[in-house]
């Protein structure tokens, strides 16, 4: 019997969610997919917008492409069919990248009702004819995409802040909601694409506010009784960025205010970006409403840089402020602090101090001594380059035998070691661990650790080599 488009498309989530390298991934790019149809070999999948399928074209290509014919066989094809924003088209759809010819692209399918942002918000401060406001951005032009250095750690967060820019509040993206820990880029981004708004758009209204002066504003125009100047106000921006929203928790006057400008704008095809130190899901003592609407949009993490990214920032640094500084010692900062990147340019600029006060030339003991005094609490990142070493060292045998297709007993137990080490002490997903231990699947990842914990349980002498190499791992 043949399955109709919902159960096919079902079968792919799984397999695409197994290889990609995390859960975020999948949400962000496959959850909001609706399959459409299924016609012969034809599947046609809804996508929020050109950009989602470019995105998808991109970087997900190969993926789509392998998981569909293996569930419907040889000629299978796949079609994209982008949601039309209200009123908004996407006029022109460019040809697909994919030269294949297996893929076509698109359909345009009429508006998903479900998926239009409700207009039960008419806005009653902005009268037709009024005339634009001139104000002052506050942005700083230093933070701009151009200084924004692009790693795997930041590259969804940044391109879709590049997307917005491009097209301010015509994308899916809005409200963007961009979340991390401190000193990761989070306000250097917002930055970046109000100052690349501006570029693109001069005439647009755009505004940049910490939370923290949002809410001062609002409690003086509570206290001066001037509260509908305020929201008038913030209902006359075009792109209003507002600047880690945690600082909102238990200020309920300040939510409602916020909630209703957010409506105004986002009903109004206004472009909202917010930016905060959790997720929304993870935001306390915040309304419900309000953390609803925070999951209008995307939702894009910034996570910590990995060394070659930090050594990019540090020479883009070096070299914006016209400083030549021996690549060795830059590499030196950048293996040794992988905290945030704020760290990164805190170490450097005591660095640079330290050398100009007392006059000595950097060298790499300088800058050993330096983060030996600084940077102490730094916890070293674990790799899966540094568990395969330590394993393989602790058996004795060469490193690139992981990397080998080879059967040998001493072999597998290394490359399984390895895996389940990997699994315990890194972030990384079943897929990017497989890839990097023999190119092994998910399925052989998931299989190794289950046979490490098996033999943990039943073999002494197993035991004490786990032990002992967590241990050296550790140390
Ligand atoms: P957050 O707002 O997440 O706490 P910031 O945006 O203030 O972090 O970033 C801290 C510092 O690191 C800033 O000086 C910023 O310019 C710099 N920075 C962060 N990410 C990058 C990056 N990808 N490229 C260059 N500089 C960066
Ligand atoms: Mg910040």
């Known amino acids: 019997m043949q399955r109709g488009h919902v159960e096919v498309w079902s079968s792919c989530l799984k397999i695409i969610k197994d290889n990609l390298e995390n859960e975020y991934l999948y949400k962000t790019w496959f959850e909001p997919i609706r399959p459409l149809q299924l016609d012969g070999k034809v599947l046609t999948i809804q996508v929020p917008s050109q950009f989602f399928c470019d995105w998808l074209e991109e970087n997900y290509v190969d993926l789509?492409?392998?998981?569909?014919?293996?569930?419907?066989?040889n000629g299978s094809k796949l079609q994209y069919s982008i949601v039309m924003d209200s009123g908004m088209p996407y006029s022109t759809?460019?040809?697909?990248?994919?030269?294949?010819?297996?893929?076509n692209k698109p359909i345009n399918v009429p508006l998903d009702i479900n998926n239009t942002p409700s207009r039960e918000f008419p806005n009653p401060f902005i009268l037709p004819g009024l005339k634009k406001l001139k104000i002052n951005s506050q942005l700083n032009d230093y933070l701009s995409f151009d200084n924004f250095i692009e790693g795997d750690c930041n590259r969804l967060a940044r391109s879709a802040g590049y997307a917005v820019s491009k097209n301010p509040g015509k994308s899916s993206f809005n409200p963007l909601f961009l979340y991390s820990s401190v000193g990761l880029g989070k306000?250097?981004?917002?930055?970046?694409?109000?100052?690349?708004?501006?570029?693109?758009?001069?005439?647009?209204?755009?505004?940049?506010?910490?939370a923290e002066q949002f809410f001062q504003q609002y409690s003086q125009s509570v206290i001066n009784n001037t509260k509908n100047d305020f929201m008038q106000f913030y209902q006359m921006i075009d792109l209003l960025i507002i600047d880690d929203i945690q600082?909102?928790?238990?200020?309920?006057?300040?939510?409602?205010?916020?909630?209703?400008?957010?409506?105004?704008?986002?009903?109004?095809?206004?472009?909202?970006?917010?930016?905060?130190?959790?997720?929304?899901?993870?935001?306390?003592?915040?309304?419900?409403r309000v953390i609803s609407r925070l999951k209008w949009g995307l939702g894009a993490d910034l996570q910590g840089p990995d060394v070659e990214t930090r050594i990019k920032i540090l020479k883009n640094k070096l070299y914006k402020d016209g400083i030549e500084m021996p690549y060795e010692i830059i590499e030196y900062l950048a293996?040794?602090?992988?905290?945030?990147?704020?760290?990164?340019?805190?170490?450097?600029?005591?660095?640079?101090?330290?050398?100009?006060?007392?006059?000595k030339t950097i060298t790499i003991d300088l800058a050993r001594q330096m983060i030996d005094k600084f940077?102490?609490?730094?916890?070293?990142?674990?790799?899966?380059?540094?568990?395969?070493?330590?394993?393989?060292?602790?058996?004795?045998?060469s490193v690139d035998n992981i990397q080998s297709q080879t059967r040998k007993k001493e072999v597998v137990r290394a490359r399984q070691l390895t895996m389940y080490f990997a699994k315990k002490l890194t972030k990384h997903s079943l897929a990017i661990i497989g890839s990097q231990c023999g190119k092994k699947d998910h399925a052989t990842v998931l299989?190794?650790?289950?046979?490490?914990?098996?033999?943990?349980?039943?073999?002494?002498?197993?035991?004490?080599?786990?032990?002992?190499?967590?241990k050296k791992i550790a140390d």
């Not at 759809?93 to 893929?103: C, E, G, I, R, V």
């Not at 916890?379 to 045998?397: A, G, L, M, P, T």
């Open 64 to 73: 789509l492409k392998k998981t569909i014919r293996r569930e419907i066989g």
């Open 93 to 103: 759809l460019q040809p697909s990248t994919d030269k294949s010819a297996t893929y």
């Open 187 to 210: 306000t250097h981004l917002a930055h970046a694409i109000g100052l690349e708004t501006k570029k693109n758009y001069p005439d647009k209204t755009v505004l940049y506010v910490s």
């Open 247 to 288: 600082f909102f928790a238990k200020k309920t006057g300040t939510q409602d205010a916020f909630f209703h400008i957010f409506n105004t704008l986002h009903s109004a095809g206004k472009q909202l970006v917010i930016t905060s130190d959790k997720t929304p899901a993870e935001l306390s003592d915040f309304e419900q």
């Open 335 to 359: 293996y040794n602090i992988n905290t945030s990147v704020r760290e990164l340019e805190g170490a450097l600029i005591s660095l640079l101090a330290q050398s100009s006060f007392n006059k």
């Open 375 to 397: 940077i102490k609490s730094n916890v070293r990142e674990v790799s899966i380059d540094y568990i395969q070493k330590v394993v393989c060292d602790y058996f004795n045998i």
């Open 447 to 470: 299989h190794a650790c289950k046979q490490v914990v098996n033999q943990y349980n039943t073999d002494k002498n197993y035991k004490t080599w786990v032990d002992d190499i967590e």
